[in-house]
């Protein structure tokens, strides 16, 4: 670990970035350039003393995990996030076809959604990050491990993924999210996660087999669903996808019409949270 060459990194990259870089106010005049401490500490959920400890050389070696959220925070491009990794002494994660790296242009757009849901997805429906309306209607990703970070495991292994959508349109849900893995399946090859993710589906899920057998492929984003949230009842959004070049991260924006019940009940997502939901 080069704790001086990582205090430097740290804090160039911090003084480079204004809060409107990451959606934040600008605010009262500041003394100093860039964003403050605390406000990395903050976009990267750690605490602002350790996050100063780093940027003092006086810090314990960061763990693959803080590394990746320090990349977030500062809006790190992939060769500066691997640089990151390697001056804190740890291998840089691998370029697989799984990203979990965060699109910078991406989590640009993200930032600047501050009322609607919006959310960030890998090829297999990995939750990289989201919004605190999102959360709120879709429930706290961030918690799920191994297989289940995948919404497709999820769906056919965790009975209560299903209930965010009425039931008369579970089994196109379901259709489309088998022909979204095939897609992925497709481009990554059997020996990928992907094809870990189709295995252990067709031994757990007899549904997954069923309609893994119809062979249909495709990106399946419905331009207009209802969703069902637990306190707000059905909401009617529209969605739209955002992709990146190489189709590997999807930035999805919920949204409904202005003055109409929808638009509503997704406004008070921001004031309802994530209470409402069980793990």
Not at 4 to 11: H, K, P, S, T
Not at 63 to 76: H, K
Not at 113 to 136: G, K
């Amino acid at each position: 670990m080069d704790r001086v060459e990582l205090a430097a990194f740290l804090r160039r990259r911090r003084e480079e970035l204004r809060p409107e870089d990451v959606g934040l106010p600008a605010g009262a005049r500041r003394r100093a350039r860039g964003l403050r401490r605390e406000e990395v500490a903050a976009l990267a959920t750690m605490s602002t003393d350790y996050y100063t400890r780093l940027e003092q050389q006086r810090g314990p070696q960061p763990s693959e995990q803080m590394l990746g959220a320090l990349a977030r925070a500062l809006r790190l491009s992939v060769e500066e996030r691997d640089y990151l990794f390697r001056v804190a002494g740890r291998n840089a994660p691998a370029r697989s076809a799984v990203p979990t790296h965060v699109a910078p242009a991406l989590q640009r757009v993200l930032d600047r959604l501050n009322d609607t849901p919006a959310l960030i997805l890998s090829n297999l429906s990995e939750v990289l990050v989201q919004n605190r309306f999102a959360e709120a209607l879709y429930g706290d990703s961030s918690h799920f491990t191994g297989l289940a970070r995948s919404g497709i495991y999820r769906w056919f292994t965790h009975p209560g993924e299903r209930l965010v959508y009425r039931e008369q349109d579970r089994e196109r849900q379901g259709r489309a999210q088998v022909a979204t893995l095939r897609a992925a399946y497709a481009s990554m090859g059997a020996q990928s996660r992907a094809g870990e993710l189709v295995q252990a589906l067709l031994k757990e899920s007899a549904e997954f087999a069923a309609l893994w057998e119809l062979h249909e492929v495709g990106k399946r984003f419905e331009d207009h669903k209802v969703l069902v949230h637990p306190q707000l009842g059905e909401i009617e959004v529209d969605c739209q996808a955002l992709l990146t070049e190489d189709q590997t991260q999807a930035l999805l924006v919920l949204t409904a019409p202005p003055r109409t019940e929808a638009f509503e009940k997704l406004q008070l997502l921001g004031v309802l949270g994530t209470e409402t939901f069980v793990s």
